[in-house]
């Protein structure tokens, strides 16, 4: 899909930790473009460097070359939302007070507040749990929270890593579901890390996939599966079973000379 306006721009984007046994170079080189309103997604093995990536865009953690560029079109919106894998709201708060804590620190009214807190918070089907503490919700339940706080954050780009890799199959399916219907009604810039091709074919409208030692782009693969997408009916497509081998190919190749590397390392460090 071409997007008319640009996001997100990253130029020769590198980043090395120096550590007490020498320096890692967890990205190397790394240039893209994403659209405004493009959901894209990033998959790797383990150690690529996703996470930083991730961490540079949102601004947590410096660069040590290149340039970034994240295009602003409203002054009065954060720049960036952020969901982690680990559930991240706040115990004290109640469901909306949570869903609704971006917006009071820009000081927007309570009832307005609420009002776009409540939204959110019915699109993830938690109407009936607005006043109840986080201790009161599993694990999926909070997760939705989060995401819910994100979305009614109106940031310019929303940043995902993994965040429903710790949930089990069924809250993982009908978080998926829900994040697909929120975001085909914002159409917010969406960035989102994944372990699973599967999650990056239901989600994702390109799939970036990275090689380890040094963090690296390996390809771009454009996912043209149809929208708006049933995520039950696009598994069955020959279109996705094709798209899901592709990227499993250039994936297995990378998670293996990832192993490979990481046990020579492991021999050379004994
Ligand atoms: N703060 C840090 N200090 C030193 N090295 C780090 C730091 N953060 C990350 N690294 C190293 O940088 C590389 C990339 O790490 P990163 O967490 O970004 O990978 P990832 O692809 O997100 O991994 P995973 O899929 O396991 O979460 C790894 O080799 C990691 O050990």
Redesign the pocket.
Known sequence: MAYEKESISVTNLSKI?H?TSGE?T?LQDISLSIGEGEFFCIV?P????????LRILAGLDSSSGGTISLKTTNVDRPINSMVFQEQSIFPWMTVIDNVSYGLRMRNIPKKERYEIANHYIEMIGLSKFTHAYPSQLSGGMKQRVSVARAFANDPEILLMDEPFGALDEQNRILLQHELLRIWEEARKTTVF?T?SIDEALCLGDRIMV?SANP?MIKTIITNDLPRPRKISEIRTSLQYNQLFQSIWQILRDEVTNSKANSSTEEKSNY
């Open positions: 930790f550590t890692i967890a790797g383990s150690g690529c460097g996703k996470t930083t990536l890390i372990h990275m963090g």
